[in-house]
């Protein structure tokens, strides 16, 4: 796998562990996917970059059918698969690098697909985006998650406009991702045949203040990330 997609080794590992309780991952952005996901009951869930499984497990207690996570990272995998340990007949795991297509994925296979904070790593979005049109049902929805491009900005410094790929210190090491404006995300997704349904920018919820309260105000401060719910037509 491409370190510039997946989170390996010990970022895996430590990506595994924050994400649980995290006031930007479980209690932001997982928050505002759940609630743009709606009801599941009975869903056949593809949840790409799946991760540790967070989303995997919420999915399946919500009622979900079946959710099939693909993810590039091993040791992320390994902790999905601990995580998922009691729902082995509702969750399927794969190894796959996600700028490769989804060719052992049938079509219209899926009532939902997830692309959560796993966008702006892929450079093969536009592959990727025609695979996920290709095994979602007409009528399906795909919900992808990104960091906001007002946040990368005010951040990284620079033309707004730039697409550079930049790195992010984190877990003793660095995320690597490419920045796009909202002209380029929103642009792809609707280039690819998808219909915009919803657009969130995500705060925190109650929960997150009791987690860490520095991060629950920035969240209501200043627009860390962008979620979308969109249908195939």
């Known amino acids: 796998m491409r370190?510039?997609?997946?989170?390996?080794?010990?970022?895996?590992?430590?990506?595994a562990a924050q994400a649980t309780d995290?006031?930007?991952?479980?209690?932001?952005?997982?928050?505002a996917m759940l609630r743009l996901a709606g009801d599941v009951r009975g869903r056949r869930v593809l949840d790409l970059g799946c991760g540790a499984g967070h989303y995997a497990a919420e999915l399946l207690a919500r009622g979900a059918a079946r959710v099939t996570g693909v993810e590039g990272s091993e040791s992320l995998l390994a902790a999905a698969r601990t995580r998922l340990a009691d729902h082995a007949d509702g969750a399927v795991l794969h190894h796959h690098d996600l700028e490769e297509p989804?060719?052992?994925?049938?079509?219209?296979?899926?009532?939902?697909?997830?692309?959560?904070?796993?966008?702006h790593h892929?450079?093969?979005?536009?592959q990727l985006l025609a695979e996920i049109r290709?095994?979602?049902?007409?009528?399906?929805?795909?919900?992808?998650?990104?960091?906001?491009?007002?946040s990368d900005w005010t951040y990284f410094g620079g033309s707004y406009f730039s697409g550079d790929r930049v790195e992010l210190p984190f877990g003793g090491g660095v995320i690597r991702y490419r920045r796009m404006t909202l002209e380029t995300f929103l642009g792809e997704l609707l280039g690819a045949g998808f219909v915009l349904e919803e657009l969130a920018e995500p705060r925190a919820t109650e929960e997150a203040r009791r987690i860490d309260a520095r991060r629950y105000d920035k969240t209501h401060t200043q627009p860390l990330f962008l979620a979308v719910r969109l249908r195939r037509p």
């Open 3 to 15: 370190p510039e997609t997946a989170y390996h080794g010990d970022m895996g590992e430590y990506f």
């Open 22 to 31: 995290s006031a930007y991952n479980a209690h932001t952005d997982r928050a």
């Open 122 to 126: 892929v450079e093969a979005r536009g």
């Open 102 to 119: 989804l060719s052992f994925l049938d079509d219209h296979a899926f009532d939902l697909a997830v692309l959560a904070l796993v966008y």
């Open 134 to 150: 290709r095994v979602l049902r007409p009528g399906g929805t795909l919900l992808v998650s990104t960091t906001h491009p007002t």
